[in-house]
């Protein structure tokens, strides 16, 4: 039997507490090996607020398919990282948009302005929910609540299907058996996949979005 296909790495680019992936979290050393296996490199990158975006592209020492911006809260976010995605792009010599743009829904103001952050530029390929991060925002006293995770979840799950995008869960905080089960969640109402820390994951939730 083959093993586990990971879905694609996530680089933990930008100073956070907790990193995450669909399928697993690597270290940069690895990624040359992800790379020839033909596993799809993302990276984790602040948002321009902080003054770090262009730092961290340069920074880089290899291609990526795509950008997932930490904490992004305004549609300018998006549009201030499409141009140094863009700038990117022409010192690369490649092909304009070919960088998907990812933003990382993590506040309850994030999740209000979803349908304005989506239509902010061409290059989204998907939506990221860190929903502990949601979940510290509206001062809830236990992200594993059901009754936490279903209205958060839905109205990602709405506005990424009205916009015809994918969306992935995050919940690195959890045990494996609390993220399993919120991953469930997640599926029913549409999600493509979820951000796991161990390749022991990788298999169960293979079977659960295939």
């Known amino acids: 039997m083959s093993a586990p296909r990971t879905n ?4 933990p680019g930008a100073p956070v507490a907790a990193t995450r992936a669909d ?7 690895a990624t040359e090996a992800a790379r020839a296996a033909g596993v799809p490199i993302h990276v984790r990158l602040a948002h321009p607020r902080e003054g770090l975006l262009r730092a ?13 911006l930490a904490g992004t809260a305004q549609p300018q976010d998006l549009r201030d990282a499409d141009v140094e995605l863009r700038r990117r792009e022409l010192h690369g010599g490649l092909d304009p948009g070919s960088i998907g743009l990812i933003p990382e829904i993590a506040s309850a103001a994030a999740i209000e302005r979803l349908p304005q952050l989506l239509a902010a530029v061409d290059r989204i390929a998907s939506v990221g929910l860190d929903i502990e991060a949601v979940a510290e ?4 006293p236990d992200v594993r609540a059901e009754a936490l995770q ?11 299907a009205a916009g015809r995008l994918p969306w ?4 690195m905080g959890f045990a494996a058996g609390d993220r399993a089960r919120l991953a469930g969640r997640a599926h029913a109402l ?5 951000y796991v820390l161990a390749e022991s994951e990788v298999a169960g939730l293979n079977a ?3």
């Open 8 to 11: 694609l790495v996530l680089l």
């Open 23 to 29: 399928a697993v979290t690597t270290a940069p050393d």
């Open 56 to 68: 961290q592209l340069e920074a880089l020492d290899g291609p990526v398919a795509g950008v997932l």
């Open 137 to 140: 925002d509206l001062g809830a």
């Open 150 to 160: 279903a209205p958060v979840l839905a109205r990602v799950a709405l506005a990424a």
């Open 168 to 171: 992935t869960i995050g919940a």
């Open 190 to 194: 549409g999600a493509a996949g979820a």
């Open 208 to 210: 659960l979005f295939s």
